[in-house]
């Protein structure tokens, strides 16, 4: 088994980097672990971290700045047996930290090497999310306004079940990362190093310095034993195993004859809670039943059950072009602020449509044919007024039949649900009207 | 015959699946979010991944991480969240990493109205990228095309390395509609070429006679290197200005000169017409029926649904309007895809019709327009 590292593009960072002794225990740790590159993949994002994937002989993936443990994410959830090894400065760290929080909360088999020197090498040293208040950086004074961010602190709020804090100078370097990949979940190693080119040119910060820091801060060496727990994408595989596979949509055979073939129109002005969407559906699929096409284009707020709702219907033999309603053949008037959101559009109504009205519900003045149906004094709850409606629909034999109707309804409902539904459709009365 | 009822983001999810998709991550956002919970159901009981990210920019990430381990990946958002998508977007691009993105579009600009429908972003899927090379869009008209356009985005993002986008609207991604999904006839399902064995695989090495690189994916038996930086054909970085203008160029012309090989399009042509109507997506439906009443009333109008918007199919339209004097064009919005128009036709009277104001346009509105040329 020989070194990964690649020999036509050795590590090369400034002089007295602390990245290249990282570069070579990362080299020693995969030697120890005697894999081959063609089962690792290094990911790298922007900065100096970001030189990394391309120092070793394995896979590779470098990508845009704080993105690597999405993309480490994505690979590792395709292909649970690489070993997959991102590197990130504290940088990309910072402009991630959404990602890093996630991945902490996730916990897949990834390990993160945090190449953390305390400022922005690339760009000319300026701060970066783990900055100390009183150093000298390319941002002015602004460093003294933020606080730096504790890695491992952040981490382990998050979740993650493995994070260490180590110089990059440790002589076991090799053995600590080593350990970080071994663990089968998300882990993480936060590296101090130094930054000789931009940081040091400023601040005093010698190997012994990060020692004495680390070692007045509370160690973090590894296991979080409160967060330890299953491996994400193992998790993932129970769970989903276990939910019922869907190899088709539902299709309805057409069974049954329309009583129309032409196009119609149908629009039902109500209120959420009023099931005005499922009763729109169920039309759609009574018009499926006796084999015409139909389409349901629903309009209502975010918010659930208030405001208004409102389902528009076209069915048709012929191909629907037009999905909005033109002329309607029926407005079924279920709330007012349902008629409200229309209001506009009574105006130009002729003879052809007819309204079934609600004696609550105002409308407009137009010249539409009204039919007032009075759901309330049939002991009809709101909830049930639309399919109520449909009812009433069928048995004037207008749009549907009560055939097209009950066929829906075996096809949308399941007991006790459809008894239920069927029962309601065969008590409306249509007696008065 | 049987139908099924399904919104176009159900039929895109099923498209999707049948396209041999398994992998999708998205955030959710109204209009797109049945997609997300379609792919749910579809996924994970048949091994496949689906993932809710933290955001959009890490739903995108995902799946490029995923589509270079070799898996078809597809993702699904909104206006909002193809602006956070726009930096992958451009990784996706200039790295040659197959993807599917559906961007349901809604009115805008910025979050806009969340359940209202437009086509704003019709030059924003084409042009919001760093670098301005082209991507390939595709635009459903209705449920149908919701499945079968997806089917061939996979095709197309597998044959070319290179993001293919769903541009879809409200309108049809949450509007139910009945379709025979047995009677659609399915495209042959592509997949990425590997190399031919023999020689050492460099990651963006293109064969002779290819305009684009051989597939390995990460994790397979060779290593192989992928990179958002500028790239030689060994995936490092080059500064050798050469290579690099061959390349850029290469990632142009391998769509822009292969669109006739993929120009989707409907057309309906009255030979006693003069006027050639042009529309995509939902608007095409209004324009159908305007048609058709222009028809019963004696007026005589062509139509040319175009299905591929970019790269432009700068021949198809050519070759079809040229025996027009007219052309209208109506889009759901102030006017984007009609400078395209006018620039393929310099020496044709072009009329649009644009509206911005999260309802359809009405088939009287396009009639208005054609009677007045």
């Known amino acids: 088994m020989s070194s990964l590292l690649n020999k036509s593009r050795p590590p090369v960072f400034c002089p007295g980097c602390s990245h290249e002794r990282v570069a070579h225990a990362l080299d020693k740790a995969f030697l120890n672990m005697n894999i081959q590159g063609d089962q690792i993949v290094m990911v790298s994002d922007i900065g100096c971290s970001g030189l990394f994937d391309t120092f070793f002989n394995t896979h590779a993936f470098h990508g845009l700045h704080g993105r690597a443990l999405t993309y480490a994410a994505g690979l590792k959830l395709s292909r649970p047996e690489l070993n997959v090894v991102v590197t990130m400065g504290d940088g990309g760290l910072g402009i991630g930290g959404a990602h890093l929080l996630a991945a902490c909360r996730r916990n897949l088999n990834l390990t993160l090497l945090v190449l953390n020197n305390f400022n922005f090498g690339m760009t000319g040293g300026q701060c970066s999310a783990t900055t100390p208040t009183e150093a000298q950086v390319g941002s002015g004074f602004l460093n003294q306004l933020e606080r730096p961010l504790d890695v491992c602190e952040v981490a382990s709020a998050a979740g993650i079940a493995y994070a260490a804090r180590c110089s990059s100078y440790r002589k076991d370097l090799a053995q600590e990362i080593e350990k970080a990949i071994r663990f089968n979940g998300f882990s993480l190693i936060d590296m101090w190093g130094i930054c000789p080119g931009r940081f040091t040119k400023r601040n005093k910060l010698t190997p012994k310095d990060i020692d004495k820091s680390i070692s007045d801060l509370a160690p973090k060496k590894g296991v979080v034993s409160g967060n330890v727990r299953k491996e994400y994408s193992q998790h993932y595989k129970e769970l989903a195993e276990s939910r019922k596979s869907v190899n088709a949509p539902v299709t309805i055979e057409a069974s049954l004859i329309p009583l129309n073939t032409a196009r119609q129109e149908v629009i039902i002005l109500g209120s959420a809670g009023q099931r005005i969407v499922t009763a729109g559906e169920i039309l759609c699929l009574a018009g499926l039943s006796a084999g015409l096409n139909a389409t349901q284009k629903n309009d209502y707020p975010i918010t659930v059950l208030r405001g208004h709702s409102i389902s528009e219907l076209v069915l048709s033999s012929e191909e629907i072009g037009f999905t909005g309603i033109l002329n309607p053949d029926v407005i079924v008037a279920l709330s007012q602020e349902g008629v409200e959101r229309r209001k506009n559009f009574f105006d130009t109504l002729n003879e052809k449509t007819l309204i079934l009205q609600l004696p609550e519900v105002k409308i407009p003045s137009c010249k539409a044919k009204v039919m007032n149906i009075d759901f309330k004094a049939q002991g009809i709850k709101s909830q049930d007024r639309a399919l109520a409606s449909l009812s009433i629909l069928a048995k004037l034999n207008k749009v549907i039949s009560l055939e097209m109707l009950q066929s829906a309804l075996k096809v949308r409902f399941k007991e006790p649900a459809l008894s239920i539904s069927l029962d309601l459709v065969d008590q409306v009365e249509t007696d008065s009207l | ?373």
């Not at chain 2, 995923?66 to 990946?73: D, E, F, I, P, V």
Request: glycine residues 8%; negative net charge; aromatic residues 8%.
């Open chain 2, 1 to 373: 015959m049987a139908l099924s009822f399904l919104e176009g983001n159900e039929a895109i999810a099923w498209g999707a699946k049948e396209a041999g998709c398994r992998f999708f991550a998205g955030y959710p956002i109204t209009p797109a979010t049945t997609i997300f919970n379609t792919m749910l159901n579809l996924l994970p009981p048949s091994g496949g991944i689906c993932l809710q990210g933290e955001d959009e920019i890490a739903s995108i990430g995902y799946c490029l991480g995923a589509s270079m381990a070799g898996l078809k990946a597809m993702t699904a958002t909104s206006g909002p969240g193809i602006s956070l998508y726009s930096e992958q977007i451009s990784f996706a691009i200039g790295s040659e990493i197959p993807i599917v993105i559906v961007d349901v579009q809604r009115l805008g600009p910025s979050t806009g109205s969340a359940t209202r429908g437009a086509d704003g972003d019709i030059n924003f899927m084409r042009w919001g990228n760093s670098s301005g090379l082209p991507v390939i869009v595709l635009a459903p008209v209705d449920v149908k095309d919701c499945f079968l356009l997806t089917m061939h985005a996979f095709n197309l993002a597998e044959e070319f390395r290179c993001p293919v986008f769903i541009a879809s609207n409200k309108e049809i991604a949450m509007t139910r509609e009945s379709i025979d999904l047995k009677s659609i006839k399915r495209p042959d399902i592509n997949e990425r070429l590997a190399p031919l064995e023999g020689k050492p695989f460099l990651p963006f090495d293109v064969a002779d006679g290819r305009m684009v690189p051989d597939f390995l994916p990460i994790g397979g038996d060779v290593p192989v290197r992928q990179t958002s930086s500028t790239h030689g054909p060994d995936g490092y970085i080059t500064t050798n200005s050469n290579e690099i203008a061959d390349n850029q160029n290469r990632l142009k012309k391998k769509l822009v000169s292969a669109v006739n090989s993929f120009s989707f399009y409907e057309e309906y042509i009255n030979k006693n017409s003069d006027t050639l109507l042009i529309t995509y997506g939902i608007t095409t439906r209004a324009a159908r029926a305007a048609c058709e009443d222009l028809k019963q009333a004696g007026t005589s109008v062509s139509h040319l649904v175009l299905k591929t918007l970019w790269p432009v199919p700068e021949d198809l339209i050519r070759e079809k309007a040229k025996n027009f004097k007219h052309v209208v064009v109506a889009e759901m919005n102030l006017g984007q895809y009609v400078r395209e128009i006018e620039r393929i036709l310099p020496e044709k009277q072009i009329k649009f019709y644009g509206q911005m104001d999260g309802s359809l346009i009405y088939p009287d509105r396009i009639k208005e327009v054609i009677s007045n040329v």
